[in-house]
T-cell receptor
């Protein structure tokens, strides 16, 4: 158990819909990262927040957005969903803001299925 | 943009055989990290290498960082069924603030 929690575990929805994925970092961690893992694909970095502020952005679509709240939990919002958005979405956290060098602790993931 | 490639994509070995996965970056990395993801699980941090030519060992696992800091390898000696999973390398460029994950090598160990 990494100490990072994600809800829900599974999510099934239809094309065109909007969903929100939630992540709570490990106690004491200030950074939250979001990744997308499609079937048989590697991990695609989406976005990082540090202490409430956006810190780094990866290949995140305009239909996706995220935020980190004062209690440090984070939400990833996916809208106008398409079939290709079906994937595992992982949240990770780290102590500091240096996403390139910090050890990242991953949550169990949310499996999104878009029908 | 930065790319991190891993080979092979898949590897099947008999239990007791050795296994190696290679990671290559198109640019110089400031550090390389290795993660393991068990089937149905999430990535778990294994190790970080920072120095050029660095070699680190964890029991049967040996990690190397190339002299030019553009490649890395993970070698497992005498594989066991518990080694099954996908091994990812992840690196970042100097000053970069996020990790680029490799494509991963999925290891299957045949008992």
């Amino acid at each position: 158990d990494s100490g990072v929690t994600q809800t829900p575990k599974h999510l099934i929805t239809a094309t065109g819909q909007r969903v929100t994925l939630r992540c709570s970092p490990r106690s004491g961690d200030l950074s939250v990262y979001w990744y997308q893992q499609s079937l048989d694909q590697g991990l695609q970095f989406l976005i990082q927040y540090y202490n409430g502020e956006e810190r780094a952005k990866g290949n995140i679509l305009e239909r996706f957005s995220a935020q980190q709240f004062p209690d440090l939990h984070s939400e990833l919002n996916l809208s106008s969903l398409e079939l290709g958005d079906s994937a595992l979405y992982f949240c990770a956290s780290s102590v500091a803001h240096q996403g390139g060098t910090d050890t990242q602790y991953f949550g169990p993931g949310t499996r999104l299925t878009v029908l | 943009g930065q790319q991190v490639m891993q080979i092979p994509q898949y590897q099947h070995v008999q239990e007791g055989e050795d296994f190696t996965t290679y990671c290559n970056s198109s640019t110089t990395l400031s550090n390389i990290q290795w993660y393991k993801q068990r089937p149905g699980g999430h990535p778990v941090f294994l190790i970080q290498l920072v120095k050029s030519g660095e070699v680190k060992k964890q029991k049967r696992l040996t990690f190397q960082f190339g002299e030019a800091k553009k490649n890395s390898s993970l070698h497992i000696t005498a594989t066991q069924t518990t080694d099954v999973g996908t091994y990812f390398c992840a690196g970042s460029g100097t000053g970069a603030n996020n990790l680029f994950f490799g494509t991963g090598t999925r290891l299957t160990v045949i008992p």
